[in-house]
């Protein structure tokens, strides 16, 4: 995967002045999930610093009951408060997961800093075990660098 060439769009869509900040967010979800075959589901959460918990906001693939994360739990809850990547080659292996579905196999979370604040994150998840390598990081931070645009 040459995630080079998926860099343009994301600026596309993040200076899109047509769109909503949530229309924004939606549109990334959708195209990462239509251009990385192992991207099967996309989503942003949202902290609340005051109550610890990561609030579901625009995401592509299946339903989730997942829509409030409490930190500390799950990978996502994790990442809350590490404010550190986090990739999971195998959700089988790990103790604290949250199971969103039989076919998810493996998930990678990047945390979304704001001027140096954590306030949320990027959620991928993969029907593949062990899809996600160094180059996925480094394009999700590209990803966050621009979504954190939206919010200054």
Same mark, same amino acid.
């Given at each position: 995967?040459?995630?080079?060439?998926?860099?343009?769009?994301?600026?596309?869509?993040?200076?899109? +002045?047509?769109?909503?900040?949530? +229309?924004?967010?939606?549109?990334?979800?959708?195209?990462?999930?239509?251009?990385?075959?192992?991207?099967?589901?996309?989503?942003?959460?949202?902290?609340?610093?005051?109550?610890?918990?990561?609030?579901?906001?625009?995401?592509?693939?299946?339903?989730?009951?997942?829509?409030?994360?409490?930190?500390?739990?799950?990978?996502?809850?994790?990442?809350?408060?590490?404010?550190?990547?986090?990739?999971?080659?195998?959700?089988?292996?790990?103790?604290?997961?949250?199971?969103?579905?039989?076919?998810?196999?493996?998930?990678?979370?990047?945390?979304?800093?704001?001027?140096?604040?954590?306030?949320?994150?990027?959620?991928?998840?993969?029907?593949?075990?062990?899809?996600?390598?160094?180059?996925?990081?480094?394009?999700?931070?590209?990803?966050? +660098?621009?979504?954190?645009?939206?919010?200054?």
């Amino acid at each position: 995967m040459n995630f080079e060439t998926l860099k343009p769009s994301i600026v596309e869509f993040i200076t899109n +002045e047509s769109l909503t900040r949530d +229309e924004k967010l939606k549109h990334i979800c959708q195209y990462l999930q239509d251009n990385i075959s192992y991207y099967n589901w996309v989503g942003f959460y949202f902290a609340n610093h005051e109550t610890k918990t990561l609030h579901l906001g625009p995401y592509v693939g299946a339903e989730t009951d997942h829509t409030v994360i409490p930190f500390g739990k799950g990978i996502c809850g994790q990442v809350a408060e590490s404010n550190a990547n986090f990739v999971v080659p195998d959700v089988a292996a790990q103790d604290n997961y949250i199971a969103c579905s039989f076919t998810v196999k493996s998930e990678i979370v990047v945390p979304l800093f704001v001027d140096r604040k954590n306030i949320g994150q990027i959620d991928i998840d993969s029907h593949v075990i062990d899809p996600f390598s160094e180059a996925d990081e480094r394009f999700l931070e590209f990803v966050n +660098e621009q979504v954190a645009l939206l919010f200054k």
